[in-house]
C-alpha cells in the first residue's frame, strides 16, 4: 500500500505547537483513528515541536513530516545541533520523551553517520474502516 506525506515547516516558537497539533489531528481522522487515537495523535505532535524546538536557536526553520499509510500516521522531524545543557530544557526533554513513549506505537531518536538526529514517531489506527 502507498503512503502520503505530508511536509510543514514552522518556525521554532511556541505559538506554532498548534500548526502541528491541527495538522496531526486531521490526518489522525483521515484515517479513521478514533477519538482517543486522535488525542495521542495531538499530544505527540505537540511533545515532538517541544522537543525538536530545544535543539535549535528560537524562530528557525523545523521542518516535520508526517506520512500517511493506510492505517498509520508516522512523524520525523531532524534535531539541530544546538544541545542546550540548561535544566528547564533536559527537564522538558524528559518529559517529551516519556510521554512520546506512552502515546506513540513506535519512538526514536537516531542520528546518522554525520551524527545529524531526527526524532521518529508512529501511531497505528485500531479502527478497522481505514480511509
Do not use: H, N
Not at 502507498?2 to 489522525?28: E, F, H, N, W
Not at 500517511?68 to 520523551?97: K, N
Not at 531518536?109 to 497505528?124: A, I, Y
Request: glycine content about 8%; proline content about 2%.
Amino acid at each position: 500500500m502507498s503512503s502520503d506525506q505530508v511536509i510543514v515547516t514552522v518556525p521554532a516558537m511556541g505559538a506554532y505547537a498548534k500548526t502541528l497539533r491541527m495538522t496531526a489531528a486531521v490526518l489522525a481522522a483521515r484515517l479513521g483513528m478514533s477519538y482517543d487515537e486522535v488525542e495521542d495523535v495531538r499530544l505527540a505532535a505537540e511533545e515532538a515541536f517541544v522537543y525538536a524546538a530545544d535543539t535549535v536557536a528560537e524562530g528557525e526553520p523545523l521542518s516535520f513530516v508526517f506520512t500517511v499509510g493506510s492505517d498509520e500516521l508516522g512523524l520525523a522531524v531532524g534535531l539541530g545541533s544546538e544541545r542546550l545543557t540548561d535544566e528547564e530544557v533536559e527537564r522538558r526533554a524528559s518529559y517529551a520523551t516519556f510521554i512520546l513513549e506512552s502515546v506513540c506505537d513506535t519512538f526514536e531518536l537516531v542520528s546518522d553517520e554525520f551524527g545529524v538526529g531526527s526524532l521518529r514517531l508512529s501511531k497505528r489506527s485500531e479502527c478497522v474502516d481505514g480511509l
